[in-house]
């Protein structure tokens, strides 16, 4: 059930559909939002939307998911290459690759179809949403809304405002967050927001006090997990989020604050340019 009369939401646009992107899509979807997955050609697109159908089969296998909730998901989705296909949305989330040069091409294409309305909101987990916000020619409908992997199972949302963002696009965008069933928080518009402001210093520690020998990755680990109840341990988060992910987040919260607890230590750069990405390469601090 959507909330559409508190946020005045009713057609939802995702701008990629990787990851992030398919797994938005499918919370916009499951909470009825007519939802358009937009993706540069038909092969990712056809991918991304592969693995939503999978995920929602996998999920009626381990009956947590119903026949009837899958159909009603999937016939509230759909997927295009063309931005023209977008006009009609209310809110569009943008879930593309890290890279400002790349994000504003996106807003700009973005820009030319979609009504004046139209809030932007960006899944970045690293960029400055104010200065995202100010390549558009709306600043006060931008909001950052960072999703967390997996989307259909973790419940938290950051909403970031930016400088220029509007009360009533932030309230919106609250609202619609609460309605995709996530519990969002609000974050500041600085490096990492909150959650990544506390775990990234805890990965980078991590990773040196293996580097000075505290103890075996597994060790490591299974302290981690057993001593402070954490889901999984430093290493195998790590993995999980992906090596390169990391660094790249770390370099931008060093550039900003200029504090060692943010500066990337040496193993996870020679990891990262060894190709030793994590579960998506195969192998990270484990094999795969």
């Known amino acids: ?16 559909c990787g990851l992030m992107g398919a797994g938005i899509a499918q919370v916009s979807a499951a909470a009825g939002y007519k939802t358009l997955a937009l993706e540069v050609d038909r092969a990712p697109l056809d991918k991304g939307l592969g693995r939503i159908r999978k995920m929602l089969d996998d999920g009626i296998e381990k009956g947590k998911v119903t026949k009837e909730d899958r159909d009603k998901t999937l016939g509230n989705l759909s997927g295009t290459t063309s931005y023209d296909d977008l006009a009609a ?5 943008e879930a593309i690759i890290e890279n400002l040069d790349e994000k504003k091409k996106a807003y700009a294409a973005l820009e030319r179809v979609v009504g004046a309305q139209t809030i932007f909101a960006s899944n970045t987990s ?15 409908r931008f909001t950052g ?15 970031i405002r930016a400088l220029t963002t509007s009360d009533e696009t932030y309230q919106r965008t609250f609202a619609f967050a609460q309605s995709l069933g996530k519990d969002p928080i609000t974050a500041p518009d600085r490096p990492g927001f909150i959650v990544n402001r506390l775990l990234v210093p805890y990965l980078l520690d991590a990773i040196r006090a293996y580097e000075n020998g505290l103890g075996t990755l597994e060790d490591i680990d299974k302290g981690m997990k057993l001593g402070c109840g954490y889901p999984m341990g430093p290493f195998t988060l790590l993995d999980f989020v992906g090596l390169d992910t990391t660094y790249y987040i770390a370099n931008i919260m060093f550039e ?17 340019v060894a190709g030793r990405l ?3 390469s195969g192998r990270g601090f484990y094999q795969y």
């Open 1 to 16: 059930m959507t909330e559409s009369g508190t946020t005045g939401i009713r057609t939802v646009g995702v701008l990629g």
């Open 89 to 93: 949305c209310d809110i569009v989330i």
């Open 126 to 140: 690293s960029l400055c949403v104010t200065e995202l916000a100010a390549t558009t020619t709306r600043p006060d």
């Open 145 to 159: 809304l960072h999703f967390f992997n997996p989307v259909p199972l973790m419940k938290l949302v950051e909403v």
């Open 256 to 272: 900003e604050f200029r504090e060692p607890a943010y500066a990337p230590p040496p193993l996870l750069k020679r990891m990262v």
């Open 278 to 280: 994590g579960r998506k």
